[in-house]
């Protein structure tokens, strides 16, 4: 199981990069395959730290089982709950008994457990949180789990048979905000006793004193009355609990040839493009990289273009191509290329040359996930480190092999 660290935009071609050439497949095959790309861009104007994770488990051309997920962190803390728990996530979802016989089942202890260990962090988890969207793809079944307001959207097309067309698809969201103005989610907070409304600002007034003013958009209030948080629901933010809560909702679906592109991105990308334009964008382009690149550049231009080039979110976008293959009814299917004994894949740990890093890794080896402690103390974690490479061992099934976690 490989863990990458990498400061580019591509995921290397270990982790889902399309192949030049997918393997052929007998006409009458019924297989869904996929490949996966990525791209992240930091903030401007915000902070020093992009405080989105996701995580891109492809299986490559040919395989039967993706993992993909998007994480947006805010707060002080929000950076390391992103990764924490992109990596908790992760390990117990792929690690779980139930991941063949009951994903879902699987996929909501995952949150769960992971949701546990946050909170047993402490007060670094009291005004920090993260936003976790994402998808697991089992041959033609596709389950999308969602926590707060980063989004999932699947890219269909009106005929199968337009693999090579340029069609327009039409975008089908998988997931829904978890905003504290949505209707159903308003009145869960409500019958909590909670409060939804705008943040309070102090304004200086014509008579030398202070008057006081609600702006932006709803939240959830905190019981100091002035500010709030800006989701209904979200991994961690335990001062806001038991309003804002870390249950996730499900989507599930059966995917067939016209499904052609599935879209996980943070809402750094949805504040400025909409889901009918992103699955067009991806739909341009053969490899997913240049696609989740091209969504991720919008993004950056249009927020450049509100602000004045002043500030933007942290951007991040993971795309997974959806494509069944055509071939003569005479072609075999051919075995992917074989993988062992190859590092990409190796079940080993990877000397670091610093100890907090080997620590780190050292913990997930013995099947504990880093408390934030250990991992902010982590140098290849930090913004000039992200470069730095180790490979834990955890006990997770070996068909999503290999595996790639990048900022």
Request: proline share 7%.
């Amino acid at each position: 199981l490989t863990f990458h660290f990498n400061p580019t935009n591509r995921i290397p071609p270990t982790m889902g990069r399309r192949r030049e050439r997918a393997p052929p497949h007998s006409a009458g095959s019924g297989r869904v395959l996929a490949t996966i790309g990525s791209s992240t861009l930091p903030n401007i104007g915000k902070g020093t730290e992009n405080q989105d994770a996701y995580v891109a488990a492809g299986s490559g051309w040919g395989g039967t089982a993706d993992f993909v997920g998007v994480f947006d962190g805010h707060g002080e803390m929000g950076g390391h709950l992103s990764n924490f728990t992109r990596d908790a996530l992760t390990k117990h979802f792929l690690g779980s008994s139930k991941l063949h016989t009951d994903p879902r089942a699987a996929l909501a202890s995952a949150y769960r457990k992971t949701q546990s260990q946050i909170v047993d962090t402490g007060p670094a988890a009291e005004h920090s949180g993260t936003t976790a969207i994402s998808a697991y793809r089992d041959r033609e079944q596709l389950l999308v789990a969602n926590v707060g307001d980063s989004r999932a959207v699947l890219g269909r097309c009106a005929t199968g048979m337009s693999q090579v067309s340029q069609a327009p698809l039409r975008a089908i969201e998988l997931s829904s905000d978890h905003k504290p103005d949505r209707e159903d989610e308003r009145r869960r907070i409500l019958e909590q006793g909670g409060r939804v409304g705008q943040s309070i600002f102090p304004i200086p007034n014509n008579y030398g004193g202070v008057s006081y003013m609600r702006a932006g958009p709803e939240r959830v209030i905190d019981r100091t009355g002035m500010q709030g948080l800006a989701m209904s629901r979200s991994l961690g933010d335990t001062s806001m609990h038991p309003y804002v809560i870390s249950q996730p909702e499900f989507q599930e679906r059966r995917l067939d040839s016209k499904d052609k592109v599935l879209i996980l991105g943070s809402d750094g990308v949805w504040d400025h493009v909409t889901s009918e334009e992103a699955v067009n964008i991806a739909r341009r382009h053969a490899d997913p990289n240049s696609a989740a690149r091209e969504i991720t550049g919008v993004a950056r231009q249009r927020w450049a273009a509100e602000t004045e080039g002043c500030m933007s979110d942290d951007i991040t976008a993971v795309v997974m191509r959806l494509d069944k293959p055509r071939a003569p009814s005479s072609s075999r299917p051919r075995a992917p290329p074989s993988t062992a004994g190859s590092d990409s894949v190796r079940l080993s740990s990877r000397t670091i040359s610093d100890v907090s890093s080997q620590q780190l890794g050292a913990s997930l080896n013995r099947g504990r996930m880093p408390s934030l402690a250990e991992r902010s103390q982590a140098p290849h974690l930090a913004a000039s480190n992200r470069d730095r490479l180790f490979l834990p061992n955890p006990d997770v099934p070996q068909h999503l092999l290999p595996m790639g976690y990048r900022r």
